[in-house]
T-cell receptor
Framework: GENVEQHPSTLSVQEGDSAVIKCTYS??????FPWYKQELGKRPQLIID?????GEKKDQRIAVTLNKTAKHFSLHITETQPEDSAVYFC?????????FGKGTLLTVNP | SAVISQKPSRDICQRGTSLTIQCQVD?????MFWYRQQPGQSLTLIAT?????????ESGFVIDKFPISRPNLTFSTLTVSNMSPEDSSIYLC???????????FGPGTRLTVT
């Protein structure tokens, strides 16, 4: 089955800086890679996703890049704000079945 | 997106008992899933809830422990049977809306087994 590794496990940045979270996957058949943000005590919220036929996708301050050859994908958050502080999970899979990374605790310091 | 509700939102149960969690969606969906999130951990897929047939379980999860029903397109239940303290977790349903690819999570059910 799919195995998704996520790094770093914790990330602390100053407000206004950029944050990058990286994930690798093992199954070359995986074709869908979402990112979720989970605030304390709340449900995971889909923030951006990418399919394997696309190399990059951007939505305002958030972007995701995918390198199918190397089997890795990354989340980029620019101009970070304190409200970006949360746990971020990457996922990978196909046919709607997802395997998630262990998560990254992002702290944005004012 | 859609409105996804789960009942109960939380419960405290005695070991050896069973709890049934309900997931209801206000839109027609193609796929429904059940996940477990242990404290401070990631999301682990338990099973795919198939409409009108037996659920498809992931490795490490069995029907006797986690029976699942999905009688129609918008409703599913997960039962946690013969509970032990190790079953203390948040249980979340997720759905894929018809004609879409994105997966959305319900609010979760926080289960504590004493």
């Amino acid at each position: 089955g799919e195995n998704v590794e996520q790094h770093p496990s914790t990330l602390s940045v100053q407000e206004g800086d950029s944050a990058v979270i990286k994930c690798t996957y093992s199954d070359s058949a995986s074709n869908y890679f979402p990112w979720y943000k989970q605030e304390l005590g709340k449900r995971p919220q889909l923030i951006i996703d990418i399919r394997s036929n696309v190399g990059e996708k951007k939505d305002q301050r958030i972007a995701v890049t995918l390198n199918k050859t190397a089997k890795h994908f990354s989340l980029h958050i620019t101009e970070t704000q304190p409200e970006d502080s949360a746990v971020y999970f990457c996922g990978g899979g196909s046919n709607y079945k997802l395997t998630f990374g262990k998560g990254t605790l992002l702290t944005v310091n004012p | 997106s859609a409105v996804i509700s789960q009942k109960p939102s939380r419960d405290i149960c005695q070991r050896g008992t069973s709890l049934t969690i309900q997931c209801q969606v206000d839109s027609q969906v193609t796929m429904m899933f059940w996940y477990r999130q242990q404290p401070g951990q990631s999301l682990t897929l338990i099973a795919t809830a198939n409409q009108g047939s037996e659920a498809t379980y992931e490795s490490g999860f069995v029907i006797d422990k986690f029976p699942i029903s999905r009688p129609n397109l918008t409703f599913s239940t997960l039962t946690v049977s013969n509970m032990s303290p190790e079953d203390s977790s948040i249980y979340l349903c997720s759905v894929v809306l018809r004609d879409a690819y994105e997966q959305y999570f319900g609010p979760g059910t926080r289960l504590t087994v004493t």
